[in-house]
């Protein structure tokens, strides 16, 4: 019996090269600012137009600010970057959700919100953390700007298959452990090399349990293991999640939809080429203390110290330890931080913000802690709006920013300043990614609130 992600591929395959890659279809293709404006140019170069444009979606989401999303971009480059994407879309005719449209945003916290990502679907996008599709039971994958253009001519790309991985998650999550704790519980126990070459189905009670949002975080950072992607077989929560969103099905084709996707299963003699499982009771919440997202241990946990370091290991350890300027050995509990980030296309849905304000709520910002909320889509603002969470928030001394992928990747005005601490609930704790000389903290949206009440990396288990 086929795997899930057998039964997707092969319905997708066109041909199949031999000693060479495989020709796979490609239902929906996403583009941002930053990496299709060369694949434009191909295309215009060679005078083709998109081969399916009602396939393709556009919104600019890296370079737009969080504030004053109705005037120009200051920055020259980014205002560059957005307008040409905006130009691009309409040369091609393309669907384009620009800043301040109410259906923009981030483009991995949109497409499912809207029902654009399905179950079944391949789906790709010039960007890494296309990944977090896979949430739905789509195979969905980062690819590069010339591939970018293979889909937009030909709505094909050439791949070599990725090996099968199943991850397996069974019990019962602890107080205060989101799915973005399993995720870094996961990545410190694979490493960041760990998935190279697979494509990962996660299954198991504590997988079955999550809710979208949290499925969608989890596959967010498949990646970070180095996986080409990650996904979960729709269910009845998949189902509930998207019926009745804009571009899901509707009436009978609803009901054909839906008796279609309950076949997207792994058979239970489905053979894959690993298997892992992993117990529940182990995981606790946890942070990063390096500067890669496997450097991650539970938060009441120490650095680990040099000798249970791997000799290969121990020079990029010691290089990361002083970059953070952390010891070997040292528990990370107390320690001041400087800004706390909630959002990216990992964080930045209401559930997130929803969890952020179960700590916050009768509390008050720390007056050490700049604090940037950036909700991940407008849809999201105007539901923090619906449930009054702004003014939870906005009580606590919190302001909520416009969307955008904003601190995550420092690609605009939100900056963390060199030397600084920042518990971000972001994908990305390299150096730099935040800010020149940026020390980030990856953490859950309660590690990362409860941060920003006390001022320091508190366990949110003892404020909740």
Same mark, same amino acid.
């Given at each position: 019996?086929?795997?899930?992600?057998?039964?997707?591929?092969?319905?997708?395959?066109?041909?199949?090269?031999?000693?060479?890659?495989?020709?796979?279809?490609?239902?929906?293709?996403?583009?941002?600012?930053?990496?299709?404006?060369?694949?434009?140019?191909?295309?215009?170069?060679?005078?083709?137009?998109?081969?399916?444009?009602?396939?393709?979606?556009?919104?600019?989401?890296?370079?737009?600010?969080?504030?004053?999303?109705?005037?120009?971009?200051?920055?020259?480059?980014?205002?560059?970057?957005?307008?040409?994407?905006?130009?691009?879309?309409?040369?091609?005719?393309?669907?384009?959700?620009?800043?301040?449209?109410?259906?923009?945003?981030?483009?991995?916290?949109?497409?499912?919100?809207?029902?654009?990502?399905?179950?079944?679907?391949?789906?790709?996008?010039?960007?890494?953390?296309?990944? %977090?599709? #896979? &949430?739905? @039971?789509?195979?969905?994958?980062?690819? =590069?700007?010339?591939?970018?253009? $293979?889909? *937009?001519?030909?709505?094909?790309?050439?791949?070599?298959?990725?090996?099968?991985?199943?991850?397996?998650?069974?019990?019962?999550?602890?107080k205060c452990v989101t799915a973005k704790d399993v995720a870094l519980y996961l990545m410190s126990k694979l490493t %960041?090399? #760990? &998935?190279? @070459?697979?494509?990962?189905?996660?299954? =198991?009670?504590?997988?079955?349990? $999550?809710? *979208?949002?949290?499925?969608?975080?989890?596959?967010?950072?498949?990646?970070?293991?180095?996986?080409?992607?990650?996904?979960?077989?729709?269910?009845?929560?998949?189902?509930?999640?998207?019926?009745?969103?804009?571009?899901?099905?509707?009436g009978e084709d609803w009901d054909k939809a839906v008796a279609y996707w309950k076949t997207l299963r792994s058979g239970?003699?489905?053979?894959?080429?690993?298997?892992?499982?992993?117990?529940?009771?182990?995981?606790?919440?946890?942070?990063?203390?390096?500067?890669?997202?496997?450097?991650?241990?539970?938060?009441?946990?120490?650095?680990?110290?040099?000798d249970e370091i791997e000799e290969n290991g121990k020079a990029s350890f010691a290089k990361s330890l002083e970059y953070?300027?952390?010891?070997?050995?040292?528990?990370?509990?107390?320690?001041?931080?400087?800004?706390?980030?909630?959002?990216?296309?990992?964080?930045?849905?209401?559930?997130?913000?929803?969890?952020?304000?179960?700590?916050?709520?009768?509390?008050?910002?720390?007056?050490?802690?700049?604090?940037?909320?950036?909700?991940?889509?407008?849809?999201?603002?105007?539901?923090?709006?619906?449930?009054?969470?702004?003014?939870?928030?906005?009580?606590?001394?919190?302001?909520?920013?416009?969307?955008?992928?904003?601190?995550?990747?420092?690609?605009?005005?939100?900056?963390?300043?060199?030397?600084?601490?920042?518990?971000?609930?972001?994908?990305?704790?390299?150096?730099?990614?935040?800010?020149?000389?940026?020390?980030?903290?990856?953490?859950?949206?309660?590690?990362?609130?409860?941060?920003?009440?006390?001022?320091?990396?508190?366990?949110?288990?003892?404020?909740?």
């Open positions: 019996m086929n795997t899930l992600f057998d039964k997707i591929w092969d319905k997708h395959v066109v041909q199949i090269v031999e000693d060479g890659p495989t020709q796979l279809y490609i239902d929906r293709l996403y583009c941002h600012e930053v990496t299709s404006p060369q694949a434009f140019s191909g295309l215009r170069e060679r005078g083709l137009k998109c081969f399916r444009p009602k396939q393709i979606y556009c919104m600019p989401d890296h370079n737009t600010p969080t504030h004053d999303q109705d005037k120009p971009i200051e920055d020259p480059v980014s205002r560059v970057q957005v307008d040409t994407l905006k130009a691009n879309a309409e040369e091609f005719g393309l669907s384009y959700y620009g800043m301040m449209d109410e259906n923009n945003g981030i483009i991995h916290v949109v497409g499912p919100e809207k029902g654009l990502s399905l179950p079944g679907m391949t789906i790709v996008c010039g960007d890494s953390h296309t990944s %977090t599709h #896979g &949430a739905v @039971g789509a195979v969905a994958f980062g690819i =590069g700007t010339s591939e970018v253009e $293979m889909v *937009m001519a030909s709505q094909c790309i050439l791949q070599q298959k990725p090996k099968s991985m199943r991850i397996s998650i069974n019990g019962k999550l602890g %960041t090399s #760990g &998935a190279t @070459g697979y494509f990962v189905e996660y299954a =198991g009670q504590v997988v079955e349990d $999550m809710s *979208m949002e949290g499925r969608l975080t989890l596959c967010n950072l498949s990646i970070e293991m180095g996986a080409r992607g990650g996904f979960v077989a729709p269910d009845e929560t998949t189902f509930a999640y998207l019926k009745d969103k804009e571009f899901a099905p509707k239970d003699d489905a053979v894959f080429d690993k298997e892992l499982e992993f117990d529940a009771a182990d995981i606790e919440p946890r942070i990063t203390y390096g500067t890669n997202p496997g450097m991650g241990i539970g938060i009441s946990e120490s650095i680990p110290s040099l953070m300027d952390f010891k070997p050995g040292e528990k990370l509990l107390g320690r001041k931080i400087d800004y706390v980030f909630l959002g990216a296309c990992t964080n930045g849905r209401i559930e997130d913000f929803r969890a952020f304000s179960s700590i916050v709520k009768g509390r008050k910002k720390a007056e050490n802690v700049t604090a940037w909320l950036v909700p991940g889509s407008w849809a999201v603002f105007r539901q923090i709006r619906n449930e009054g969470l702004d003014k939870v928030l906005n009580d606590a001394g919190f302001d909520i920013r416009q969307p955008c992928c904003s601190a995550c990747l420092a690609m605009n005005d939100d900056k963390i300043p060199a030397g600084k601490y920042s518990v971000s609930t972001s994908n990305r704790n390299f150096e730099g990614r935040q800010g020149p000389g940026a020390r980030t903290i990856l953490a859950s949206p309660l590690v990362a609130a409860a941060a920003a009440v006390t001022g320091e990396i508190t366990d949110p288990r003892e404020l909740m």
